[in-house]
């Protein structure tokens, strides 16, 4: 599904400020980057701007853009095309004999930034853990993968005890495989 | 599984007869939570987590057999009680934990997966737990 949404221009234009949540970037810089016309990056840039997923500042006489982190629909979006990198990266091989696998933290939630890791809960055995498809995932979304590994009767000694890791990612995760946390 | 599916599949079905069935499931109930027990006793902690499973698994049912079904399977049982209960927070607290029983049981019964004390001294609080809610409710 990616690689159709990738023959469009305009998602293009917008996957790179996904990608890059913080980066400030010139539509000349952010075509050359892209491979695509400085007119196609400029004619999509308006467009999400005017729907409010990006702003714009002036720096002299150069235009910089930006992902606007405080709209709701970035955010979504953000959370979005991660899910999708990490779907095509094999996030659902990563331990498919295991109880459960989330994703829970800031890309869960949408509010990450390049420097965040992408944070994966998996309830069962490490042994269940195929821990060489992680650098694929970290490769395909140019950030660092944390895997935390809880067999299911501590996890849910954790639920019990009303452990605030534990009640963290129950109010915040996206489940990949297995059942619900 | 969805609900549709299991229904759809012959997998749970209406009964008129399932609330008869309630008594036996929660006899059974009783019964394989003695021998988790007993089991643990002698530190046979694999045998100890199936009978804790099928301890909490003819508890859960005991909820599938008050609302008029019968199974035919053990997801689609979990399904079911989660379609039938609504919001009952107990009820999907339960069956949060029993799902994840259920898999573990699974790779215990069929992959030849270890139990330690740890484990079924789980197994056998959260059969506990299931017995006490069934008994609470229909008993």
Redesign the interface.
């Known amino acids: 599904m990616l690689r159709e949404f990738e023959k469009f221009v305009g998602f293009r234009v917008l996957a790179w400020f996904l990608t890059h949540p913080t980066g400030e970037i010139h539509i000349n810089k952010l075509a050359r980057e892209i491979g695509v016309s400085p007119g196609s990056v400029k004619a999509y840039a308006d467009a999400f701007e005017r729907d409010g997923l990006l702003t714009a500042t002036r720096l002299g006489t150069a235009r910089l853009l930006s992902l606007d982190n405080d709209s709701f629909a970035a955010r979504e979006l953000k959370r979005a095309y991660t899910v999708l990198l990490l779907a095509r990266a094999g996030i659902e091989e990563l331990a498919p004999?295991s109880?459960?696998v989330a994703v829970y933290g800031s890309t869960a939630a949408g509010t990450f930034d390049e420097q965040s890791d992408i944070d994966i809960l998996i309830?069962g055995?490490e042994s269940q853990v195929a821990h060489g498809r992680v650098p694929a995932l970290e490769a395909e979304t140019g950030r660092e993968v944390q895997v935390t590994v809880v067999?299911?009767?501590?996890?849910?000694?954790m639920k019990e005890e009303g452990d605030p890791f534990a009640a963290s990612v129950l109010q915040n995760h996206m489940l990949v495989t297995?059942?619900?946390? | 599984m969805r609900w549709r599916d299991c229904v759809d599949r012959g997998l749970i079905r209406a009964d008129p007869g399932a609330l008869e069935r309630l008594p036996g499931s929660l006899a059974s109930a009783a019964r394989f939570l003695r021998a988790a027990k007993k089991n643990v006793a002698i530190e046979e902690y694999e045998m100890a987590h199936l009978a804790a499973y099928n301890s909490a698994f003819h508890s859960v049912r005991t909820f599938l057999y008050a609302a008029g079904y019968v199974e035919r399977s053990h997801a689609c049982l979990v399904t079911a009680v989660r379609h039938t209960s609504g919001d009952d927070p107990e009820v999907a607290d339960l069956l949060n934990a029993f799902d994840k029983l259920r898999v573990a049981r699974h790779n215990v019964q069929y992959s030849g997966a270890l139990v330690f004390a740890e484990e079924a001294a789980f197994c056998i609080r959260l059969a506990h737990r299931a017995l006490a809610l069934a008994r609470q409710r229909f008993g």
Do not use: K, Q, S, T
């Open positions: 004999e109880i459960a309830i055995d067999p299911y009767y501590r996890w849910e000694r297995g059942v619900r946390l």
